[in-house]
């Protein structure tokens, strides 16, 4: 895998490739603009520019708020095609290498189908109206409730929903959200039955980029709760076979695990170890 972490644009987007840098990340996930703030072609162009001078591999932006796109309230729905559609175009103005969706939940008064064509229209017109050519991936969640995309059938009927080719290309696994769905992550053998059960109903190369994150929460809670490597429910052994598989060897493995002091160095370190080990 190419190894990386979230880091926060707070403060400036290009900041956020100085933590990659201190890091020696070879992958880094942003949001794509830093909050109440639009950046502007030159901002965005320093931004590629840095980019290109550190060296980084793979990029990925993660929607900042896009919620309502399978809602039923039709005006919300409108409200969020719009703003991904904005966020797609900051994608590609950053060079991005991929962005990352969340497909939120459907209405109380309508059904997980429901949920999946609104979903799926809405993701259709934000691309067209942004003329993004991709790649979209769609992340797993947490599940339960009316959240959409929590099981890896899901994900597949969430693709499935738009045409071939485009725009959601693939998928970016959460191995927090996994397990708080239920997927047992903790073992070799929970590993490699979830990758296989992936390559089965998502595809061979669907799979496109891994978040990597232990976790405190319960297997199966549909609680978020990412954590230290080491520390949390999932352990190193599971993630020692994602991290060794050779058809991930070319994809990127952010870390998304809390941000106390020294702790992304600290993670980075039993991951990177863990890959070579
Ligand atoms: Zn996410
Ligand atoms: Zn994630």
Not at 240 to 259: A, D, H, M, W
Request: one cysteine or more; proline letters at 5%; hydrophobic letters at 45%.
């Amino acid at each position: 895998m190419i190894l990386g972490l979230h880091a926060s644009v707070r403060r400036g987007l290009t900041a956020s490739l100085d933590e990659a840098r201190a890091l020696n990340c070879d992958a880094l996930q942003i949001l794509p603009y830093p909050r109440g703030h639009a950046p502007g072609a030159e901002e965005l162009t320093a931004f590629r520019a840095a980019r290109r001078t550190l060296g980084l591999r793979r990029l990925l932006v993660h929607s900042r708020f896009v919620p309502s796109l399978a809602s039923s309230d039709e005006p919300r729905r409108q409200r969020s095609v719009a703003h991904l559609a904005r966020e797609l175009v900051l994608c590609a103005g950053l060079g991005g290498d991929a962005y990352v969706l969340h497909a939120g939940a459907y209405s109380p008064d309508a059904s997980p189908q429901d949920g999946v064509r609104l979903f799926a229209d809405a993701v259709r017109r934000a691309a067209l109206s942004a003329g993004f050519a991709g790649p979209l991936l769609l992340e797993n969640v947490p599940g339960g409730g009316r959240r959409l995309g929590g099981t890896l059938e899901e994900l597949a009927r969430l693709r499935d929903a738009l045409p071939p080719g485009g725009p959601i290309t693939g998928f970016c696994l959460d191995t927090a959200h996994a397990w708080a769905a239920g997927y047992d992550l903790s073992s070799a053998e929970g590993s490699l039955r979830f990758v296989a059960r992936a390559h089965r109903l998502l595809g061979a190369d669907a799979v496109r980029a891994f978040h990597l994150n232990d976790s405190r929460a319960l297997l199966g809670s549909h609680r978020e709760h990412h954590w230290h490597w080491g520390q949390g429910r999932l352990g190193l052994e599971g993630l020692k076979v994602l991290l060794q598989r050779s058809e991930f060897s070319e994809i990127p493995g952010i870390l998304e695990t809390p941000k106390e002091p020294g702790a992304d160095a600290a993670n980075l370190a039993l991951v990177r170890g863990l890959a070579v080990s």
